[in-house]
């Protein structure tokens, strides 16, 4: 079993079952966890599904490819650890991942 | 009928059957519906090209539930459906917003006036709206406060290049807009500045260099980092704070904002057309997706109905129906025969084919 942790900006936190070879996207909206928009539906073409990884999983999850570093340009207050929920695969070695919601997707 | 279309006819007035508001994929094969019966269609889209979100959203990503087609990219289907659409002959209004609707005519006799923020004005008997997710607008950064300077100096296109002469412009964002300003710009404004978030860019290399060139040679201004907040009073910007790459967080004195953060689906000015709504899609009937106004259609994203799905599939026989009571409004002496593609001569010659 997998499980995500998803944070909001106000810290408020839900965990949740995820699939392996969804999303962490997916897992969002398939759980109904708030803050994550996905206009476009996956398509890495909107920048609404950006989360912050957490400090200590951002060697595990990866960095972004090159598409999706440059939707990153459409999001607002991007970190070094910003992701689009979207492009990150669940995998078993994802068991435990926290992420933060920001306070607006745009 | 046709007097009322003469009595109120203006020079300057495009008349036709139908106005399709959008030209995404179901906007297009209502074309070819339509065209079938006879009823010749303009085509209206805020998008600079055909395709809606199919070449905006994920022209390179493969779909599989088009019918016949086990795997088909978005601006494959597209494609597709343009050359599907040739024999019928559509005229396409690009990268114009529909912002105003009149209903002129009856029930009976539906008459509309379509009006375009590019001051087209359309006459027809019949609309269609293929809307979509509703149309693609720039999206505003979420900055606190920012609606007050909107439109005043904050902007998120630009209409008039003098408007800058002798401004000190801030320019944010790494995409051919953002670039392309900088460089149209940079001989009006009095200083320009571009910010981005970082040191690689989206626009076109030979953009990029240019850039790169004025600000190693000090015309202008680069600035790594992200626009954090703005500071001005009136809607006349004074500043803007920005957080540096380095996080350092500093105020950079600017008279404009233009902000390029892509596009977003907003419903737009269909909410000002007297249309029920009910959350922001356009309820309609199973047997014509009729809206609640006679002669105004909605097929496609924007429209709902119990059990509705928001597939393409979905949306090509919505038209399809929509299509035949439109042949009501626009021929209402003609007796509409149902016919195949396969057998008809008369639709195979309207194809070309026969």
């Known amino acids: 079993?997998?499980?995500?942790?998803?944070?909001?900006?106000?810290?408020?936190?839900?965990?949740?079952?995820?699939?392996?070879?969804?999303?962490?996207?997916?897992?969002?909206?398939?759980?109904?966890?708030?803050?994550?928009?996905?206009?476009?539906?996956?398509?890495?073409?909107?920048?609404?599904?950006?989360?912050?990884?957490?400090?200590?999983?951002?060697?595990?999850?990866?960095?972004?490819?090159?598409?999706?570093?440059?939707?990153?340009?459409?999001?607002?207050?991007?970190?070094?650890?910003?992701?689009?929920?979207?492009?990150?695969?669940?995998?078993?070695?994802?068991?435990?991942?926290?992420?933060?919601t920001p306070p607006r997707q745009g | 009928m046709d007097n009322i279309v003469k009595t109120d006819a203006v020079a300057d007035v495009i008349k036709t059957d139908a106005v399709i508001v959008g030209a995404g994929p179901i906007g297009l094969f209502a074309v070819f519906e339509l065209g079938l019966l006879d009823i010749k269609a303009h085509l209206i889209d805020i998008l600079p090209k055909v395709g809606g979100q199919c070449a905006e959203l994920y022209p390179e990503k493969p779909i599989y539930d088009i019918p016949g087609f086990p795997i088909i990219t978005g601006q494959g289907i597209v494609d597709n459906l343009l050359h599907q659409i040739k024999p019928f002959g559509p005229t396409f209004h690009l990268g114009e917003m529909v912002a105003g609707l009149e209903a002129m005519g009856t029930a009976e006799h539906p008459l509309f006036r379509v009006h375009t923020d590019a001051e087209k004005t359309f006459e027809a008997k019949v609309v269609i709206i293929a809307a979509g997710g509703g149309s693609f607008q720039p999206k505003k950064p979420p900055i606190a406060g920012i609606e007050a300077y909107e439109g005043k100096s904050v902007h998120y296109a630009v209409r008039k290049i003098e408007q800058f002469r002798e401004r000190r412009v801030l320019i944010v964002g790494g995409g051919d807009s953002a670039l392309d300003w900088v460089l149209n710009l940079h001989p009006v404004a009095k200083r320009i500045t571009l910010l981005h978030r970082r040191n690689e860019f989206r626009a076109a290399p030979h953009?990029?260099?240019?850039?790169?060139?004025?600000?190693?040679?000090?015309?202008?201004?680069?600035?790594?980092?992200?626009?954090?907040?703005?500071?001005?009073?009136?809607?006349?910007?004074?500043?803007?704070?920005?957080?540096?790459?380095?996080?350092?967080?500093?105020?950079?004195?600017?008279?404009?904002?233009?902000?390029?953060?892509?596009?977003?689906?907003?419903?737009?000015?269909?909410?000002?057309?007297?249309?029920?709504?009910?959350?922001?899609?356009?309820?309609?009937?199973?047997?014509?997706?009729?809206?609640?106004?006679?002669?105004?259609?909605?097929?496609?994203?924007?429209?709902?109905?119990?059990?509705?799905?928001?597939?393409?599939?979905?949306?090509?026989?919505?038209?399809?129906?929509?299509?035949?009571?439109?042949?009501?409004?626009?021929?209402?002496?003609?007796?509409?025969?149902?016919?195949?593609?396969?057998?008809?001569?008369?639709?195979?010659?309207?194809?070309?084919?026969?």
Request: charged share 25%.
């Open chain 1, 1 to 100: 079993m997998i499980r995500i942790t998803y944070k909001d900006s106000e810290g408020h936190s839900r965990t949740v079952e995820a699939q392996p070879g969804s999303t962490v996207m997916e897992t969002a909206l398939r759980e109904g966890i708030p803050g994550i928009e996905a206009e476009c539906g996956g398509a890495c073409a909107c920048a609404t599904c950006h989360v912050y990884v957490d400090e200590a999983w951002t060697e595990v999850v990866g960095k972004p490819e090159q598409m999706e570093e440059d939707m990153l340009d459409f999001a607002f207050e991007v970190r070094p650890t910003s992701r689009l929920s979207c492009q990150i695969k669940v995998t078993d070695a994802l068991d435990g991942l926290i992420v933060t």
């Open chain 2, 207 to 354: 953009s990029v260099n240019a850039m790169r060139e004025l600000a190693a040679a000090g015309k202008m201004d680069f600035i790594l980092g992200q626009i954090a907040g703005l500071k001005g009073e009136a809607g006349e910007l004074k500043a803007a704070t920005i957080r540096g790459e380095d996080g350092s967080v500093f105020e950079h004195p600017t008279d404009d904002m233009l902000p390029f953060f892509g596009l977003t689906m907003k419903l737009g000015p269909i909410a000002d057309w007297g249309l029920n709504l009910h959350e922001n899609l356009l309820p309609v009937d199973t047997e014509k997706f009729e809206t609640s106004t006679p002669g105004i259609f909605a097929v496609g994203d924007i429209n709902t109905y119990p059990g509705k799905l928001k597939l393409i599939l979905s949306g090509f026989h919505e038209a399809a129906l929509a299509a035949q009571k439109a042949h009501r409004y626009v021929y209402p002496d003609k007796k509409l025969l149902f016919q195949y593609t396969t057998s008809s001569t008369s639709l195979q010659r309207k194809l070309g084919v026969a």
